[in-house]
């Protein structure tokens, strides 16, 4: 079992930015990939960024330009460095991880709101 532990949502202007975290704590193996995804109420869950060990990572063409993820592969973290924010950014953003120790697993954050005001 992985618990997956957001912070640093919050409410901010269009243009300005926000620092989202992700820490797995009490995790004792390393979490081959890390990313989040948003949903925005009444829609489906849209996928955001990814980072992987090894340094690879990948972002939605929503985003891109504007987010960075990045991730501590020791302290098994992951950010989501959020600038140029604009209100179609307006969500619930979660965490995941998933990976492969014995079998497939496919873990959640509770999510954490972010809210871009016009």
């Known amino acids: 079992q992985v618990r997956l532990v957001e912070s640093g949502g919050g409410l901010v202007q269009a243009g300005g930015s926000l620092r989202l975290s992700c820490a797995a704590p009490g995790t004792s193996f390393s979490l081959d990939t890390m990313g989040w995804y948003r949903q925005v109420l009444g829609k489906q869950r849209e996928w955001v960024a990814t980072?992987?060990?090894?340094?690879?990572?990948s972002y939605a063409d929503s985003v891109k330009g504007r987010f960075t993820i990045s991730r501590d592969n020791t302290s098994n973290t992951v950010d989501l460095q959020m600038n140029a924010l604009n209100p179609e950014d307006t969500g619930v953003y979660y965490c995941?991880?998933?990976?492969?120790?014995?079998?497939?697993?496919?873990?959640w954050g509770q999510g954490t709101q972010v809210t871009v005001s016009s």
């Open positions: 980072a992987v060990v090894g340094g690879i990572t």
């Open positions: 995941y991880t998933r990976g492969f120790r014995g079998g497939y697993f496919d873990y």
